[in-house]
């Protein structure tokens, strides 16, 4: 009992194992190279869409701190050169409405392209007189 005997099954692998088996390893290989590439696309369209965000809030925070009166109705301002240089073909503009007495609406938008389409982040707000409750 304590010799070991080799069987013609035990030999080790065949061929065609080897062969199934390098094909399941590439299999698995491309489907994993795969879920990388998706996730880092991804990551890069998630990024573009924070930078947007980041910038059009920002952009709503300078008219907020900006003078009341400085904002007309049906007034246009462009921010473009404001964006953040990560952001590829950026546009963004401001639409001033007055939707009340004494209340300037502003629609911000920033608009990018990223994979052969156009993006956009739109954030609305409305900017009252300073004190006018108190």
Known sequence: MGRTELRANDEGLTIVELIVTIIVLGI???????????????QRQAGFLVSAT??????????????????TNGQTIDFTSQLPSNLPQATGTV???????DLRRVD??????????????????IIGVIGISQ
Do not use: K
């Open 54 to 71: 980041h910038a059009a809030q920002t952009e709503v925070e300078t008219l907020r701190n900006n003078s009341y009166t400085s904002l």
């Open 28 to 42: 698995l290989v491309i489907a994993i190279t795969n879920l990388f590439i998706g996730i880092q696309h991804e």
């Open 108 to 125: 911000v938008t920033v608009s990018y392209a990223a994979d052969n389409s156009t993006h956009q982040v739109t954030l609305s707000s």
């Open 95 to 101: 639409q001033v409405s007055t939707p009340a007495a």
